[in-house]
């Protein structure tokens, strides 16, 4: 896995800083790229703001967004992708928020994602789909520690292994598994693996590797919940119940996680987490 470029792994605390800005709740997390600027009423700022516009016209179905617009130089890339199980409704209005947040965070950078809990929008100069080297992950550990630390990350493996390999296996709409297992107080588990549709099932079961490796890198062996985003797949668990899963039950938000506080950090305010809705 590649965590050779620790600069680029900003581990994010949002915190509401300028709240007559903007309506948009703040990310969880989110990385500005180092592929270069664009500078204001350039051809590559058109570009940008067409295809964020328009991107939400090109829905696979399946909550799967991509669209590029430009040639040469000030092509822009761009794509995102809303957690499996979400609502259509809820899903647009989380990549509306995405499309305004993004470029304000990332002000004139032509590489950037955002994530928020349940969708994530990225562009680029560079093609995104099938792209398993853009930088970006997002890192959300829940404190509290398991009580058995080994029998709890025994189960919690052996669900992830499991969703792991239905995700990747998912077809060229939807990589997407959700379920659950029992941990160490006889608590449950709940995981979900999601992949973006465009990588081959080998691509998808690396990129989730991958982010448990970074898991593992971030100290958080044996806490209670936690997530990995990547711009192309997604790896999360935690003992409350955060997704919807095929079974449509009561929306409930995902647990407040905390951030875990790896250099560089931008803020050490603590993490609103009831502002953020997706
Ligand atoms: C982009 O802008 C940043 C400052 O915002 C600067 O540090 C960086 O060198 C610029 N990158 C390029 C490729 O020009
Ligand atoms: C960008 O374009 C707007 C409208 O054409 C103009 O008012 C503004 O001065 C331009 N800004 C720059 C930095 O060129
Ligand atoms: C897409 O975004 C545009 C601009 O924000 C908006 O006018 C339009 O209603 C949106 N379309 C859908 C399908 O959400
Ligand atoms: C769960 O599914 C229901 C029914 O489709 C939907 O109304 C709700 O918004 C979904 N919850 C989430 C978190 O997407
Ligand atoms: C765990 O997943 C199964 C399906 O695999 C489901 O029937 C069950 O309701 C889930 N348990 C909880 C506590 O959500
Ligand atoms: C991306 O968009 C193109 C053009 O609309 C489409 O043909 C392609 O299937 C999309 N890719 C995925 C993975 O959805």
Do not use: W
């Not at 350039?42 to 967004?65: C, E, H, P, W």
């Not at 928020?97 to 990332?106: F, G, M, T, W």
């Not at 404190?143 to 998912?170: C, E, H, P, W, Y």
């Not at 668990?237 to 950090?265: H, W």
Request: glycine share 8%; aromatic share 8%; with cysteine.
């Amino acid at each position: 896995m590649s965590t050779g470029k620790p600069k680029l792994l900003f581990l994010i605390l949002i915190y509401l800083t300028n709240t007559t800005a903007s309506a948009q709740p703040d990310f969880r997390s989110y990385v500005c790229g180092d592929s270069g600027n664009y500078t204001t009423n350039s051809t590559y700022q058109t570009n940008l703001k067409t295809t964020l516009s328009t991107l939400n016209t090109t829905n696979s179905g399946f909550g799967f967004f991509n669209l590029s617009i430009g040639q040469g130089d000030n092509r822009v890339h761009s794509a995102a992708l809303c957690q499996g199980d979400m609502d259509p409704d809820l899903c647009l209005s989380c990549l509306h928020d995405s499309i305004i947040k993004l470029p304000q965070v990332c002000p004139y950078k032509k590489e950037a994602v955002g994530y928020y809990g349940r969708c994530m929008l990225k562009y680029s100069n560079v093609e995104v789909i099938g792209n398993m080297l853009m930088e970006g992950s997002g890192i959300l550990v829940n404190i509290q520690t398991a009580s058995d630390t080994d029998r709890f990350v025994g189960a919690l493996d052996a669900l992830m292994n499991k969703l792991k390999a239905d995700a990747a296996a998912g077809d060229s709409l939807l990589k997407f598994a959700t379920g659950n297992t029992t941990g160490s107080d006889f608590e449950t588990i709940y995981g979900l693996v999601q992949c973006t549709p465009d990588l081959s099932e080998t691509q998808c079961t690396d990129c989730v590797e991958d982010a448990y490796s970074e898991y593992l890198s971030s100290g958080s062996r044996g806490k209670v919940g936690g997530t990995v985003f990547k711009p192309v797949c997604r790896y999360s668990y935690d003992i409350q119940r955060f997704y919807n899963g095929s079974t449509m039950v009561i929306p409930a938000p995902p647990p407040p996680p905390i951030l875990q506080a790896t250099p560089p950090v931008l803020s050490t305010q603590p993490l609103n987490c009831n502002r953020v809705t997706y």
